[in-house]
């Protein structure tokens, strides 16, 4: 199982930043999809899920309004758009699948990618 996630980079406040993970060595549609990040000295913290097929999405509420993840069940890959950027987004990025459903548990987590936002 690979979770590949890239994207993430140096971005100034009120900036914008489109996340990828393309994923392989799992039947993709047959998991639901999320984005944690993790801040230095801080926990894991759940940023946002999509279902099977993308209906259903959930949201940590400091995100809200400002991200959004979608899925491309034909390429394997699952997007987080993070728009209006704050210096507290910064953290490393992590992509995971959950056979259970968008709000989890997750069983399988990618390297991660880092974001940084600057004041």
């Known amino acids: 199982v690979q979770l590949q996630a890239s994207g993430g980079g140096l971005v100034q406040a009120g900036g914008s930043l489109r996340l990828s993970c393309k994923a392989s060595?799992?039947?993709?549609?047959?998991?639901?999809m999320g984005w944690f990040r993790q801040a230095p000295g801080l926990e894991r913290q759940f940023v946002g899920g999509?279902?099977?097929?993308?209906?259903?999405?959930h949201y940590a509420e400091s995100v809200k309004g400002r991200f959004a993840i979608s899925r491309d069940n034909a390429q394997n890959t699952v997007s987080l758009q993070m728009n209006n950027l704050k210096p507290e987004d910064t953290a490393l990025y992590y992509c995971?699948?959950?056979?259970?459903?968008?709000?989890?548990?997750?069983?399988?987590w990618g390297q991660g990618t880092l974001v940084t936002v600057s004041s």
């Open positions: 995971a699948a959950s056979r259970r459903g968008e709000t989890g548990p997750y069983n399988y």
């Open positions: 060595g799992f039947t993709f549609r047959n998991y639901a």
């Open positions: 999509v279902s099977l097929s993308g209906n259903r999405k």
